[in-house]
Nanobody
Framework: EVQLVEFGGGLVQAGGSLRLSCVGS????????INWFRQAPGKGREAVSC????????RYADSVKGRFTISRDNAKNTVYLQMNNLKPEDTAVYYC?????????????????WGKGTDVTVSS
């Protein structure tokens, strides 16, 4: 079965850190760029970050630049999102998604596989 599963969400105080993991199975993981999205309560989905197939290219939304870091370990079929200096406005369900690309990553909605999400709550 082709799937992505997110881990690592939880409740954290403002200023704290969390590391999310996205584990893929059922497909050739390093053939895909991986994107992170989030959806806050009552709001639309927002692209957060993405990383290319081999990890050489990454991109970030302005809202998280300098606080979040994306990385991947293809030997473990895993992408990580290290989130530091968290703010209450980072509260959302975080999803990872796999993207078929020839180069880079897009942070668009055109994804081949989506995970089911993990909840992140940042208290003030």
């Amino acid at each position: 079965e082709v799937q992505l599963v997110e881990f690592g969400g939880g409740l954290v105080q403002a200023g704290g850190s969390l590391r999310l993991s996205c584990v893929g199975s059922g497909f050739t993981f390093d053939d895909y760029a991986i994107n992170w999205f989030r959806q806050a309560p009552g709001k639309g989905r927002e692209a957060v970050s993405c990383i290319s197939k081999k990890g050489g290219i990454d991109r970030y939304a302005d809202s998280v630049k300098g606080r979040f870091t994306i990385s991947r370990d293809n030997a473990k079929n895993t992408v990580y999102l290290q989130m530091n200096n968290l703010k209450p406005e980072d509260t959302a369900v975080y999803y990872c998604a796999a993207e078929q690309v020839t180069w880079g990553c897009s942070m668009s909605d055109n994804m081949a596989v989506w995970g089911k999400g993990t909840d992140v709550t940042v208290s003030s």
